[in-house]
């Protein structure tokens, strides 16, 4: 059956896992351009901070509509980069008690973590005003907040991290366009997948280009200046650009590819006793993760891996267990032992797609 218009990949074998990632089909598609462009770098001797990262710098303000953009060495750092360029350190902050840890260490680190609960569909509880020196709200699978719900008090700094979310949109806005700043991640399995990690910050503010610049370079603008605030080396490599910048080239299409399979998907298991996790009604998802809530998760899980599917579980830590709060959580704590995702990327064959339904439904 031909599901959909794919770009051509190789049949899945027999006996092989139906992956999370695919950097190999992503390399065959983009090699040309990879090629040449690693060629140009190491020539020219020119491995940091250069072209590449100019060029996807400006795709990415092309994309938000930002006035700045800086790369840095991966999503974690550009969390704490923007913590540190806006003076978000020994402060009140919220941060909602589930996603990927990375959401929260690094506010964890040097901050009063504030924990939040969170809807039904995994993301932040922002249904009342935030009085926080800083709020930190996660685009979680994909999935935007509800921005026009956020509500803040004078002086609450908004960084808002989309490290899954780089081409979803609210309201026609593309997420990133919100907060203080906003904070992109490329890694191998981000919606610009990368052989390696890195991560972006763009903002508005005229006043913060040189803070964020050198809180990204240890707190120096150059080598020679003197120390200007806290820092972490973020430098952003030549190799690592050129990859995001390739990559935002076909941002568009491997997108419309991952709706299409989210959305088989769906019409799949319509009948079948499981939620999936969704975007809101205002929200234009990038189907960055087809996420579901489901009863018997962890026999699902191994249903799944013994069948040839690597399904995996996004997430499954109640970050209040660690760093510590005096709150409840009954919805993420519930959420952590539920939520289950299956393969869903650009480089999917139909035959893959299929196989993955059919196992599904033959589960339930």
Request: glycine share 6%; aromatic share 10%; net charge negative.
């Amino acid at each position: 059956m031909n599901l959909f218009c794919i770009s051509a990949t190789s049949p899945r074998k027999e006996n092989t896992m139906i992956s999370n990632v695919a950097g190999d089909r992503l390399y065959a598609q983009i090699s040309d351009r990879l090629a040449d462009a690693y060629d140009k770098i190491h020539t020219s001797g020119k491995w940091i901070d250069d072209v590449y990262t100019a060029s996807a710098e400006n795709k990415l303000k092309s994309i938000t509509g930002r006035k700045y953009a800086r790369l840095v060495s991966s999503g974690t750092g550009a969390i704490q980069v923007a913590l540190l360029a806006w003076n978000i350190i020994n402060k009140k902050v919220a941060c909602t008690n589930f996603s990927y840890v990375a959401s929260v260490n690094q506010a964890c680190l040097i901050n009063d973590v504030d924990f939040f609960d969170t809807d039904a569909n995994a993301l932040m509880d922002i249904s009342h005003e935030f009085h926080h020196d800083a709020v930190i709200p996660v685009s979680l699978y994909g999935n935007t907040i509800d921005y026009d719900s956020l509500k803040t008090s004078d002086g609450t700094k908004v960084i808002v991290d989309c490290a899954q979310s780089l081409g979803a949109k609210y309201k026609d806005r593309p997420d990133g366009s919100f907060g203080d700043a906003a904070i992109f991640s490329f890694a191998r399995n981000k919606p610009v997948p990368t052989a390696g990690t890195h991560g972006a910050i763009v903002w508005d503010d005229d006043s913060m280009l040189d803070k964020v610049m050198a809180a990204g370079i240890n707190g120096k603008l150059g080598r020679n200046d003197p120390i200007s605030s806290f820092g972490v080396n973020g430098t952003p490599f030549e190799l690592q650009a050129a990859w995001i910048d390739i990559g935002l080239d076909h941002l568009s299409d491997w997108q419309s590819r991952r709706r299409q399979i989210h959305n088989f998907y769906k019409e799949a298991f319509e009948n079948l006793p499981i939620k999936i996790i969704e975007g809101g009604a205002n929200c234009e998802s990038n189907y960055h993760k087809f996420a579901m809530r489901v009863d018997n998760r962890d026999k699902f899980c191994n249903y799944l891996q013994n069948e040839g599917i690597q399904a995996l579980l996004h997430y499954t830590d109640s970050f209040a267990d660690f760093f510590g709060s005096e709150k409840l959580f009954p919805a993420s704590t519930q959420i952590c032992n539920e939520i289950i995702t299956l393969p869903n990327h650009a480089w999917m064959t139909d035959a893959e797609i299929e196989t993955v339904a059919h196992k599904v439904k033959k589960f339930y």
